[in-house]
């Protein structure tokens, strides 16, 4: 069997710092050899990840084109070549590698997807890109369990999170503190972000890990037109936290008398 120099594949398999590269490649020719030495690039996987990072696009399309598959994960960290990019904040790299088929969703060993990574790291251009990509999954979770949704919400970024809701975000996932998008909204003060997420169907009565709901978090910090927003959504004043506080509970201990008094005096509106 004759093999000839382009348009021809080699199935490479090796071990690397405990990690199984698999990946095919066309038989490289001298002179993109000679091309990525100039750049100071080696060949393979590790040349093509250093060419990422460097945001040498030339150079990212070069590895492409003699077959490096865009989803090869590096060793240790498990990063994509696209959560690489996203880390660096390269737009220009992150779109070449989508149109050469990189997977939007594909994680590191973190569970991070490029686009929690580019959230997480505040680059606009970034996340405007990947969050416009087909496909997205909306609710992948980042550390602790967080969605990109309630990322949002705890860091006041209104715009993304209310694109986050219109593409069909759920609304109510919790992270592994029980938090959901409402508690980071109620947190940050957000009236605005507070209605949009209820009329997606946000449970206003959600409990986080210490039996808190919205409601009771509105209270702790004095937050009158978010403890009205909330009930008029019909959150239950009479919930009772893991130690037994209610919202007026909540209001009393921290000398908010007024807003306690409202609390023992409202009623639950029925949601139905």
Not at 145 to 170: H, K, M, P, Y
């Amino acid at each position: 069997m004759k093999w000839s120099l382009v348009g021809k594949f080699l199935m490479v398999a090796s071990l690397v710092g405990g990690v199984t590269w698999i990946t095919s490649y066309r038989t490289v020719p001298n002179a993109v050899h000679q091309f990525w030495q100039l750049r100071g690039y080696k060949s393979g996987p590790r040349g093509f990840f250093s060419a990422v990072v460097a945001r040498d696009v030339p150079a990212v399309n070069a590895f492409l084109d003699t077959g490096i598959d865009p989803n090869v994960k590096y060793p240790g960290d498990g990063q994509t070549a696209l959560v690489a990019a996203a880390t660096q904040g390269s737009l220009s790299v992150v779109k070449v590698l989508l149109q050469r088929g990189a997977d939007v969703n594909a994680r590191d060993r973190n569970g991070n997807t490029a686009f929690f990574v580019a959230l997480t790291y505040g680059y606009p251009d970034v996340t405007a890109a990947l969050l416009a990509r087909p496909g997205l999954d909306l609710n992948a979770r980042g550390r602790n369990g967080i969605t990109a949704l309630s990322f949002c919400a705890w860091r006041d970024n209104q715009e993304v999170a209310t694109e986050l809701i219109q593409r069909g975000a759920d609304v109510n996932i919790a992270d592994a503190d029980g938090d959901t998008a409402l508690h980071g909204a109620v947190g940050m003060g957000d009236l605005q972000l507070m209605q949009l997420l209820l009329e997606k169907g946000a449970n206003p009565d959600g409990r986080n890990s210490f039996g808190k709901t919205p409601l009771m978090q509105a209270a702790a910090y004095n937050n009158e037109e978010a403890v009205k927003v909330l009930l008029k959504a019909g959150a239950d004043p009479l919930a009772k936290d893991n130690d037994g506080k209610t919202a007026a509970g909540w209001a009393a201990k921290n000398e908010y008398q007024e807003l306690a008094q409202l609390l023992k005096s409202a009623k639950r509106v029925n949601r139905d």
